[in-house]
């Protein structure tokens, strides 16, 4: 029997199965769907899905039943029928270039997301938007439904996975990863799609819609007339109005001045439109233009990882106007910034960055001017104030810089670029409205994108909380060791980079004290890239650390992955050489094996050895696994 087709009664059964565990299959459907759809499509999503899950019952309008099937040991109970379609219907979404909504529900002038949870819950969301739906859909097998590994395999199977067994590895690794609070997280409200928060749309926009209706109705109804009597197909005439609609500067999304006090979603969203040209139609007109197809000689600059198509719909207008004798126009399109520029002697200007899934923070400011030397930045509209330092000089006091009505703040030094000197490193902190609880301020520094990057501290022994701000003298003292290593990190798409003092260690023969480091850096794609830096006493609050390791493409030093081990040749002041090695918390030994041979229950360890030995090191954990030096 066809799997749309089932007795009647086993329709009753899924149909009673479904009506009462609706808000768990809806959940677990919207955990399977791609989150690039957006919340509020998922919500409807999995919503949809879910209704369309009852399958249809054999006989049916044919006057009569059909004779019962013969029910086998393969026979699914209702719940695990419903289940099952869900599953396959929500993992054929992330296979579908265009995902249209179904056909129910339909919500019409209101945005619909479930209710904003913590760190932990944004924390797992994020790793999970970073793996392929059937991992998502194991994960909730396990966590949502309960099933053992067998049971959870045979249904990926059944609903269409093509690799359970690598789904089931991978969301092993994810499992691992986040702890034993997975379960309970997938259980909060940022994952529940049935209890929601609703705000509406641009009510202005639906104001204008509204007037233009029957205008419109009448065009198209003309549109159809004629391209039924000259044979068209009207496809093309639908396209060109798509992509109209798209460069037509009077649709321009534009956010209420007040609307980020009064959001969950506090990201660039809820940025209104500033500039003096904000309602200039003719600029923003050209800009849409050009971005859509750029003329010969138009400057075009990406991120990494940033595309350039073309607008699909009408995007969000962030800021218009003069900044220093530059025409600029910044838009938002929901995934990008694009920052068009028109100098008044040369050819335009695109800048293209990648920015989905910004938060408070690194939705903050934006540059929306550059120069020899010089930037400015566009500040976002819950930040109350701004303040510099050199991030090399950690005991000096703050200097505070002016911000214009529109957001624009004074020209800010740029940090040194290029292998030379690293004198100095300017870095803005960000102090956000009274309106926003529990997070005063922030620190942000320039590497040449145009959303500039959040630099953030990870105490010793770190809590549930995650990476902290840079505020008290030890984080800023930390930071003015590392700072000119960030230069390695321009244009690599950069979205934060954290900090971690892992280990301290005593040196021998009376060497003093040293510290390692971890300076995790986050890009706006996901991989994130690591380096181990050994610090030893300095005689300069701003000497840097020897750099011990590099990673790329690695968990390590973040939530998902923090075990970390680093190892060093040092030599001691009376010559004699030595290899260093230090583990995170969780690390209760370590070993040198190959030209150095030795072993320790602490998280330390201080081996003579002859400079250049060869030499591996690596961290046990408690449960006996083992953690390479980064870099090995």
């Not at 289940?83 to 396959?88: I, M």
């Not at 002038?109 to 194991?138: I, Q, Y």
């Not at 100095?424 to 145009?450: E, G, K, Q």
Request: hydrophobic share 40%; aromatic share 4%; proline share 9%.
């Amino acid at each position: 029997m066809p799997m749309d087709e089932r007795t009647r009664a086993e329709v009753e059964r899924a149909e009673a199965a479904l009506v009462e565990h609706y808000p768990r299959l809806v959940r677990l459907g919207y955990l399977v769907l791609p989150p690039s759809m957006g919340r509020h499509r998922r919500v409807l999503a999995a919503h949809g899905l879910v209704q369309r899950a009852l399958p249809r019952a054999v006989g049916r309008g044919r006057g009569g039943g059909a004779l019962p099937a013969q029910r086998g040991p393969e026979t699914a109970s209702g719940y695990d029928l419903v289940r099952l379609r869900t599953l396959r219907l929500a993992l054929s979404y992330e296979r579908r270039p265009v995902r249209p909504l179904p056909a129910v529900p339909f919500v019409w002038g209101l945005r619909l997301f479930p209710r904003a949870g913590g760190v932990d819950e944004l924390a797992l969301d994020r790793a999970l938007s970073a793996v392929p739906a059937p991992v998502r859909a194991a994960v909730g097998l396990w966590h949502l439904e309960g099933l053992d590994r067998e049971s959870a395999r045979a249904v990926l199977a059944a609903a269409g996975a093509e690799d359970p067994g690598a789904a089931q590895r991978a969301a092993g690794q994810l499992d691992r990863a986040v702890g034993a609070g997975a379960a309970a997280l997938l259980n909060s409200g940022e994952f529940d799609p049935c209890t929601v928060q609703t705000r509406p749309t641009d009510l202005l926009r639906r104001r204008q819609r509204r007037r233009v209706a029957v205008a419109l109705a009448a065009v198209v109804a003309a549109g159809a007339a004629v391209a039924a009597l000259a044979g068209g197909d009207g496809a093309r005439p639908r396209h060109e109005t798509v992509a109209q609609q798209a460069l037509d500067p009077a649709r321009l999304l534009r956010t209420p001045n007040d609307q980020w006090a009064d959001t969950s979603r506090v990201d660039f969203t809820a940025w209104p439109p500033r500039g003096r040209q904000a309602g200039d139609r003719e600029l923003l007109g050209r800009a849409l233009r050009v971005w859509a197809a750029p003329p010969d000689g138009t400057r075009i600059t990406a991120s990494a990882g940033t595309s350039t198509r073309p607008p699909d719909q009408p995007p969000r207008l962030l800021y218009a106007g003069l900044i220093d004798n530059v025409m600029v126009a910044v838009f938002h399109d929901g995934d990008r910034l694009v920052r068009y520029a028109e100098p008044e002697d040369t050819t335009p200007t695109l800048h293209f960055a990648r920015v989905d899934d910004a938060d408070l923070t690194t939705a903050g400011a934006l540059v929306i001017g550059r120069g020899n030397g010089w930037m400015r930045y566009l500040i976002a509209p819950w930040v109350s104030a701004v303040t510099t330092r050199d991030l090399l000089v950690p005991d000096a006091p703050e200097r505070g810089l002016h911000l214009a009505p529109d957001g624009v703040t004074d020209r800010i030094p740029t940090p040194p670029g290029g292998s030379g000197g690293c004198g100095s490193w300017p870095v803005a902190r960000l102090h956000t409205s009274a309106r926003i609880a529990d997070h005063p301020a922030f620190l942000v520094t320039d590497l040449n994108d145009l959303a500039p990057v959040h630099l953030t501290q990870l105490p010793a022994v770190p809590g549930a909380g995650g990476p902290g701000e840079v505020t008290d003298a030890p984080a800023l003292r930390s930071w003015a060791r590392t700072a000119c290593s960030l230069r390695s990190l321009r244009g690599a798409g950069v979205r934060s980079v954290n900090n971690w003092a892992y280990a301290g260690q005593r040196l021998p023969e009376n060497g003093g004290s040293a510290t390692w480091l971890c300076t995790r850096a986050d890009t706006w794609s996901g991989p994130g890239r690591v380096t181990v830096q050994f610090q030893p006493p300095a005689a300069h609050p701003a000497d840097p650390g020897r750099i011990t390791g590099r990673a790329l493409n690695t968990a390590a030093c973040s939530r998902f992955g923090r075990p970390v081990v680093g190892r060093i040749h040092w030599q001691a002041k009376s010559g004699k050489g030595y290899v260093l090695a230090a583990g995170s918390p969780g690390v209760g030994g370590i070993d040198v094996t190959g030209g150095v041979r030795a072993g320790g229950t602490a998280p330390t360890l201080a081996v003579p050895a002859p400079p250049g030995a060869p030499a591996e090191v690596s961290g046990r954990l408690a449960d006996g696994a083992r953690v390479r030096a980064v870099g090995s």
